[in-house]
């Protein structure tokens, strides 16, 4: 049987929400073994005098503990 846990992180793009997004599963791969799925919880904008200056996400990342 295997045991996984939840962590949630924030990833910010100048580009776009898809791009913040694959930024933080690229990342989480990075630190994080056995990443299964990622479920994005909440999408923001940052504005600088009424334009875009970034898109987040908070993400809730699943990985798999080593038995």
């Known amino acids: 049987m295997a045991v996984a846990r939840v962590t949630e992180i924030i990833a910010g793009s ?4 898809k791009d913040a997004i694959e930024e933080g599963i690229e990342r989480a ?29 908070v993400m809730k990342v699943t990985f798999v503990l080593d038995a």
């Open 14 to 17: 100048s580009k776009s929400f």
């Open 29 to 57: 791969n990075k630190t994080l073994k056995n990443v299964e799925g990622v479920w994005i919880k909440d999408q923001s904008i940052i504005l600088d005098k009424g334009k875009i200056k970034e898109y987040r996400v």
